[in-house]
T-cell receptor
């Protein structure tokens, strides 16, 4: 089974802190994604990566950056955390293709910024 | 704009009965893939069923089936013989030109015993 592991299930940080969310997948997938999930808004794509050291902005990249130094690891960085970044963050991975490949998700990190 | 609309924020179904979750989408693309994902209280998102837009035949996976109406841009999910374990948030989504997913807001499904 594909396993996508997110480093923390719950995280509490203070405004202005630099926050790192880590994600590791064990299936050699080319693609990795970071989403933010908010009630009534579904999942919104923050950033994604099709290959090592490659990244592309999603729909809501402001206030975030990412790093993919190794194929299996994709990190989301909140450069200076703000209260409006309190949310559930989901990481996903999937094979490259023509859009028919399903994504596999981690358990999510519930992040609170105080 | 690529959008997905799930018009039912919450639905309830009696155990063993059938329920249909609605989804409409908007895209100018002709080639795309549609998905239903389930997110139980444990939070891990799980793929329920997938449909290729170029296929007219509706996808089925055991008790789960879809009603895909391409012209109407509608992609509803039918759950037959509902079970307590089906209680979850259900998300409709689609991808185009690569693997970026566009999600709807989700429908919470409650199953009554």
């Amino acid at each position: 089974d594909v396993k996508v592991t997110q480093s923390s299930r719950y995280l509490v940080k203070r405004t202005g802190e630099k926050v790192f969310l880590e994600c590791v997948q064990d299936m050699d997938h080319e693609n990795m994604f970071w989403y933010r999930q908010d009630p009534g808004l579904g999942l919104r794509l923050i950033y994604f990566s099709y290959d090592v050291k490659m990244k592309e902005k999603g729909d809501i990249p402001e206030g975030y950056s990412v790093s993919r130094e190794k194929k299996e690891r994709f990190s989301l960085i909140l450069e200076s955390a703000s209260t409006n970044q309190t949310s559930m963050y989901l990481c996903a991975s999937g094979r490259s293709g023509n859009g028919n490949q399903p994504q596999h998700f981690g358990d999510g990190t519930r992040l609170s910024i105080l | 704009a690529q959008t997905v609309t799930q018009s039912q924020p919450e639905m309830s179904v009696q155990e063993a009965e059938t329920v249909t979750l609605s989804c409409t989408y908007d895209t100018s693309e002709s080639d795309y893939y549609l998905f239903w994902y389930k997110q139980p209280p444990s939070r891990q998102m799980i793929l329920v069923i997938r449909q290729e837009a170029y296929k007219q035949q509706n996808a089925t996976e055991n008790r789960f089936s879809v009603n895909f109406q391409k012209a109407a841009k509608s992609f509803s999910l039918k759950i037959s013989d509902s079970q307590l374990g089906d209680a979850a948030m259900y998300f409709c989504a689609f991808t185009i030109r690569g693997n970026k997913l566009v999600f709807g807001a989700g429908t919470i499904l409650r199953v009554k015993s």
